[in-house]
């Protein structure tokens, strides 16, 4: 569900820098389709774990969703795997402590290395070597480009006429990596429609957000009430948002040293890279474990494709 999209986004809407502004739905129609697409999946996920008043129940679906991110990295399906672990560490689903202390200690192991993974610390450091180092099919976090573009856009604004070279060859480079990765195809995969039409039927509104993400806190405070010994996880759930959606408004536009194949070319005082080399993705050395739990990986392309709903992100 997600390739289609992807697929969708134009060169244009990215070097518009437009899909936060209010002519979005003109200039970067599928980058806000897209976005709006991950906001459904977080915000699906936080609903279907906070419906569950039963703490076993919860436990087990937690775990599920946990698994479902794990399978949707292997699958590089990242843009999908980001939404799902981003709404398992937004708040109303972080001070759930007792169904996180349910857990298998295989699903906190694997959670952790997920959020690790995925982690914006140094400028997604960790998730832009995965991306530097996969071959395709990748669905990646489009976040990360948004980001790189905003920075391009802050150190060469476009002021009319022709663009700088710096700025022009950045965002060529940039779009030449998202074009690269629209090239990916999941034909080994099956979809199962009955599934993707209830992952449809999800009701996600952007001008509701605020109302849902306040609505799931407070369900959140019902069905785990507050107690002196939530003292500490509440104490770390102060410093995340209540909900962890993707908001494009937010943008880091500090950027560290990073991979050329996601960040662009251009020189500036904290990263320096060479335009000169290959815009290919490299295929990644055939690694028999997976990066989570050193799991053994079967073959994608030649693997019975199982009716799971995890597919039906993709």
């Not at 982690?119 to 669905?139: G, V, Y």
């Not at 069905?223 to 509440?234: G, H």
């Amino acid at each position: 569900m997600d390739l289609p999209v992807f697929k969708s986004i134009t060169p244009d809407e990215l070097t518009s820098c437009s899909w936060s502004s209010k002519s979005k739905l003109v200039k970067a129609f599928h980058i806000v389709q897209f976005t709006r697409r991950f906001n459904q999946v977080n915000f699906w996920t936080q609903g279907e774990l906070l419906r569950a008043d039963i703490l076993k129940n919860r436990i087990e679906i937690l775990s599920h969703f946990i698994r479902i991110a794990k399978k949707l990295f292997e699958l590089n399906n990242i843009n999908a795997c980001m939404a799902v672990v981003m709404a398992l560490q937004s708040a109303p689903i972080y001070r759930l402590q007792k169904t996180w202390a349910g857990l298998s200690k295989r699903d906190r192991s694997t959670f952790t290395t997920l959020k690790d993974l995925v982690s914006s610390d140094e400028n997604w450091k960790r998730l832009r070597q995965h991306l530097n180092q996969t071959k395709l099919p990748c669905i990646p976090y489009l976040g990360i480009y948004l980001t790189d573009i905003i920075h391009i856009d802050t150190l060469h604004p476009h002021r009319g006429g022709l663009e700088t070279s710096q700025r022009k060859n950045a965002l060529n480079n940039i779009c030449r990596i998202i074009s690269e990765f629209q090239q990916s195809n999941y034909g080994f995969l099956r979809s199962m429609e009955c599934v993707q039409n209830y992952l449809a039927s999800v009701r996600y509104m952007e001008e509701l957000q605020t109302f849902v993400e306040a609505q799931n806190y407070e369900h959140s405070l019902r069905i785990e009430p507050d107690d002196q010994t939530d003292s500490c996880c509440e104490k770390t759930s102060k410093h995340l948002e209540k909900s962890a959606s993707f908001k494009l408004s937010h943008a880091n536009n500090h950027s560290t040293c990073s991979h050329r194949r996601t960040m662009s070319d251009f020189n500036h005082s904290h990263c320096s890279s060479s335009s000169t080399k290959s815009a290919t993705l490299p295929c990644r050395t055939r690694e028999k474990k997976s990066l989570i739990d050193d799991s053994l990986l079967p073959d994608p392309m030649t693997e019975e494709t199982r009716s799971s709903k995890f597919y039906t992100f993709l």
